[in-house]
């Protein structure tokens, strides 16, 4: 998703350093110990169902990222769900940003989690948003500001969410579950992480919640022979990949074998209607794009 995540897949968001990697190897066993074979997830509305289309940061190059006015395009083309990236203000309230600064989407600078919810709030999120590389910025000064993420859940209920945990200290998982409570919500999220650890304990805290596969677990999948594919018992139930990442491609044979394994797999961050012809082709049950109205027009071409 340009995420750079570690947390969603073998080519995760992000590749973090080996030392990272060498924790995230010894954490894996003992934290992950609910099983998406052994969790009720099949009438789950992200892992069930119909093909998703997801907006990546709410569909990025259709309005600002991670904003109502993005969220609000996204649905009047046709998405069927919202991938967005959550951090905490200082006074603890649960925001939406992708980067740790407000540096590059608005007209402020500074790490977002070093500033109130009143001064996020004074913020132009659509300062930088473009589309015809910075000849006009068509959504600057209209009033679009940096949303609270309680506000989104309840104004969006008929929206699926990918939310991603960005923020490890101080930790917001327990906010967030709580949140999720509050607003109904809990069983139309599926969670993400920079970081394994926080999805461990994400898992941990909420084990009804599904969650993406870490960076170890995405690896263990692609691994996986096909002869211990019947005994396989994923931590997660849900496996958002990109297409490359670091010249490495997604193939349909890894595919078919998530599929094979009960897995549900997304595919981030597509953009071009090549792209999602054949990733429809190889029976993908998601794409995660930055245009969710180029992947409606391509699903309407099939009749899907």
């Known amino acids: ?24 190897t010894d954490t894996t066993d003992s934290a992950t110990t609910t099983s998406a074979s ?3 997830w099949a009438d789950h509305p992200i892992l069930s169902g119909d093909f998703k289309n997801v ?41 939406l940003m992708h980067d740790d600064t407000v540096d590059r989407t608005t007209d402020g600078k500074g ?33 679009v500001t940096v ?3 309680r506000n989104v859940l309840e104004s969006y209920p008929d929206m699926l969410f990918s939310l991603e945990i960005k923020q490890q200290s101080p930790p917001i998982v327990e906010p967030l579950i709580a949140l999720l409570d509050e607003t109904g919500m809990r069983n ?31 690896m263990n999948i692609y691994l996986l022979p096909e002869n211990q594919e019947a005994t396989y018992e994923a931590p997660a139930p849900y496996f958002a990949a ?24 997304h595919v981030w961050t597509i953009n071009s209607a090549e792209d999602m012809d054949m990733l429809l082709d190889w029976g993908v049950s998601g794409i995660i794009t930055d245009d969710p109205a180029l992947l409606q027009e391509r699903l309407d071409a099939r009749g899907l």
């Open 111 to 143: 790490a977002i989690k070093s500033m109130t919810f009143d001064e996020v709030q004074g913020l132009d999120a659509g300062y930088s948003f473009t589309m015809d590389d910075g000849k006009t910025f068509p959504h600057r000064g209209t009033g």
């Open 188 to 218: 139309k999220v599926v969670i993400g992480a920079f970081e394994d650890a926080v999805l461990y304990d994400f898992r941990e805290a909420a084990p009804d919640v599904p969650t993406s596969l870490g960076y170890i677990e995405g």
């Open 242 to 265: 990109p297409l490359e990442y670091q010249g490495l491609t997604l193939k349909e044979p890894d595919v078919s074998k998530t599929a094979r394994v009960g897995l549900t797999m």
């Open 38 to 40: 052994t969790t009720p």
């Open 147 to 149: 949303p609270a993420l």
């Open 55 to 95: 907006a990546h940061r709410g569909g990025g190059l259709l309005a600002p990222e991670n904003t109502t006015a993005a969220f609000d395009v996204a649905q009047s083309v046709g998405a069927d769900m919202l991938e967005i990236d959550v951090w905490s203000t200082s006074d603890g309230v649960l925001v």
């Open 1 to 24: 998703m340009r995420h750079g995540l570690l947390t969603l897949a073998l080519f995760a968001m992000g590749c973090g350093s080996e030392e990272e990697k060498a924790s995230n």
